[in-house]
């Protein structure tokens, strides 16, 4: 597929980014791809371009872009090592919401102002912390997101004020969410409470649970579980498909 890397200004800074596009002279629907927390990196831009392939420009955005020229961490071993550890987690708190939502909105900019992006409105999907990112935004961006995607995400549903599923009645997207098998970040409580609030908002969606652990859908994860993968990609270009239009 084709890749082009360009950057994006922000309220903070420059972050770099990559977009796919299918084969073509297009445009297709845009979607914004938020990694999971071990951040942009080769399997990342494998994913990216897999969607891409089945018809969307798709934006890969340097979610750490505010740690400088940081370096990749290993799936397999960033959380036994406790300096790793560390470090991630470190970055990883360094996003808040309100950054989250600031960043969504130069994305989406970015996407609606390129000749190969069609519409107004976009899909966002997203890993683990990039799950809850895409409902955040979901939330936050009404008017930007037909679709959002979280998979393996988790926090979805919490005790805090900025809690994803606080955003239900905000939302005017269509909402998909793949849960792992015992996942405390994503618990069948957790589903519930989520379910009850998009429903009561009216918001079209699917909770599923997917038979694979945490993690289940990206190819460096230890977990990582090429059934459950196959699936999610076939829901996901379903909810988009349905969703998003030229």
Partial sequence: MPKITDSVTTADGSCPVSLFTP?????WPGVVMFPDAGGVRDTFDQMAAKLAGYGYAVLLPDVYYRSGDWAPFDMATVFSDEQERK????????????????????????????????????????????GRTSLVVA?????????AASFHGGGLVTDAA???HLLADRMRATIYVGGARNDASFTAEHAEQLDKALTA????????WYAAGHGFAVP?????????????????????GSALTG
């Fill in 23 to 27: 084969d073509g002279p297009g445009p």
């Fill in 87 to 130: 470090r991630l987690f470190s970055m990883i708190g360094g996003i808040t919401a309100d950054k989250i939502t600031t960043d969504a909105g130069a994305f989406f900019d970015f996407l609606a102002a390129r000749p190969e992006v069609s519409g107004e409105r976009f899909g966002a999907c997203g890993y683990c912390m990039g």
């Fill in 139 to 147: 939330g936050r961006l009404p008017e930007r997101v037909a679709a």
């Fill in 162 to 164: 900025d809690s994803p």
């Fill in 201 to 208: 908002a009216g918001v079209a969606h699917t909770i599923e």
């Fill in 220 to 240: 460096d994860n230890p977990p990582y579980d090429p059934a459950a993968a196959e699936r999610h990609w076939q829901a996901m270009t379903e909810v988009f």
